[in-house]
Nanobody, 115 residues
Framework: QVQLVESGGGLVQPGGSLRLSCAASGSIFSIYAMDWYRQAPGKQRELVAGITSGGSTNYADSVKGRFTISRDNAKNTVYLQMNSLKPEDTAVYYC?????????WGQGTQVTVSS
C-alpha cells in the first residue's frame, strides 16, 4: 500500500512558477514509476509528466520545455517544477504511483494560473 500526499499548488500569475511535491509513504518508493496528471473543469484527466523507477522521463507536448519532473528516492518524493505557467495549465494536479498492475493516486492539489 502506498499513500501519496501532494502539496505546492496555489494561485500564480501567467509566466510564473510553482513546484509541486508528492510525498509517498507505506511501501518501497523507488520501485514505482511516478506520474503527474491534471484535470481541468469539464475535461478528462491527462498525463502531464512521468518518471520511471530508473529515472527516465516523459512529458506531454503541451508542457515540454516548461515542466520538469524529478524524484528523490531518499526522501520518497517526486517533484514537478512548472515554469512559464499559462492560464491553460489551470487544473487539479494529481500524483500517481504505478507498478503494474498496482496503481495509487493522491488527493490532488489545485493550480490556478490567472492575473
Amino acid at each position: 500500500q502506498v499513500q501519496l500526499v501532494e502539496s505546492g499548488g496555489g494561485l500564480v500569475q501567467p509566466g510564473g512558477s510553482l513546484r509541486l511535491s508528492c510525498a509517498a509513504s507505506g511501501s518501497i518508493f523507488s520501485i514505482y514509476a511516478m506520474d503527474w496528471y491534471r484535470q481541468a473543469p469539464g475535461k478528462q484527466r491527462e498525463l502531464v509528466a512521468g518518471i520511471t523507477s530508473g529515472g527516465s522521463t516523459n512529458y506531454a507536448d503541451s508542457v515540454k520545455g516548461r515542466f520538469t519532473i524529478s524524484r528523490d528516492n531518499a526522501k520518497n518524493t517526486v517533484y514537478l517544477q512548472m515554469n512559464s505557467l499559462k492560464p491553460e495549465d489551470t487544473a487539479v494536479y494529481y500524483c500517481n504511483a504505478n507498478r503494474l498492475p498496482i496503481n495509487y493516486w493522491g488527493q490532488g492539489t489545485q493550480v490556478t494560473v490567472s492575473s
